[in-house]
């Protein structure tokens, strides 16, 4: 393989597992002949930086080696620069917690992604591309908001420490408070704002999010649209008898459910409100979303 990757280590991914797995599984890449320049980010945001400026050196294939946040950091390094250039190229060792975007084509996540990276397997992915007040943002998994991303906040800020018990402490106290509301917008040829009050709302790339559950049973990360789901206000008891339903994507078969592929979505929000993004807890007032078709390749 004569490709130099520019791989970005998050070394604190997984609790401290990917700084322990990295080296070795660095090495069997190389024995291969695969050519690699290893970065290693010590605090959240660095591995934008570090992309962006390999970028403008050169490089045009990454190797993202951690979580979901690692592949995000590569990603909004390389865009906006690269829709004007020569398509990037990420492929992933993922060490980290989780990655979700990688269970859309394969459970057995590390070994099936070295496996494409030695064998060169790549396929092209769209780009989704969101505005907000302060910027713009770029993700190939997804963006939520409401319950999934008011749960994703509370675990962050308050029990991230506990893990997976921390993130069920999360779920019972949203769904103690059950915020139902409305997050005003438009989607594709539509005239009227939506203002309806609703669960939650995802606009996906790819199908799973937080490692095993199908959000977007019917996302395909290279069909050049933005699957996007909402579930309308739903009660507690509701939602526990159904909370299941999340897992093997039957949750839209729901009467208060419905999925629809766009290319655009325009946001009416008064202010900003807590959204997660390829596993990232952000506070964002945001104005537009928009999907870049093909604007890279993936190694999967």
């Not at 946001?267 to 537009?288: K, R, S």
Request: positive net charge; charged residues 20%.
């Amino acid at each position: 393989m004569r490709e130099r990757f520019f791989a970005v280590v998050n070394p604190a991914a997984g609790g401290g597992r990917c700084g322990k797995l990295a080296p070795a599984a660095l090495e069997k890449l190389q024995r291969h002949g695969v050519s690699v320049e290893v970065a290693e980010t010590r605090f959240a945001g660095q591995g934008i930086e570090l992309t962006r400026q390999a970028y403008r050196h050169g490089f045009r294939h990454f190797l993202a080696v951690g979580g979901d946040g690692t592949s995000y950091e590569i990603l909004n390094g390389l865009f906006p620069e690269a829709a004007q250039s020569e398509r990037p190229t990420l492929a992933f060792l993922p060490l980290g917690t989780g990655n979700s975007f990688l269970r859309d084509f394969t459970r057995q996540s590390a070994e099936y992604a070295t496996e494409a990276l030695l064998a060169g397997r790549r396929r092209p992915c769209d780009v989704l591309q969101l505005v907000h007040t302060k910027g713009t943002i770029y993700y190939i998994n997804l963006l939520s908001m409401g319950f999934t991303a008011d749960v994703a906040a509370l675990t962050n800020r308050k029990f991230k420490s506990l893990g997976e018990m921390g993130y069920l402490l999360g779920v019972l106290i949203c769904l103690l408070r059950l915020n139902r509301r409305p997050f005003p917008l438009r989607v594709g040829g539509c005239q009227e704002m939506d203002r309806r009050r609703c669960l939650f709302l995802t606009f996906n790339n790819s199908k799973f999010t937080g490692g095993k559950m199908m959000i977007a049973p019917q996302a395909d990360p290279s069909d050049g649209w933005i699957e996007f789901v909402r579930w309308g206000p739903i009660g507690r008891l509701g939602l526990l008898w159904n909370l299941h339903r999340l897992y093997d994507g039957s949750h839209i078969e729901h009467p208060l459910a419905s999925r629809q592929a766009v290319q655009r979505v325009d946001f009416a929000l008064d202010g900003p409100v807590d959204v997660m993004v390829d596993g990232e807890v952000l506070t964002l007032h945001c104005q537009a979303l928009q999907v870049l078709p093909g604007a890279l390749d993936v190694m999967v």
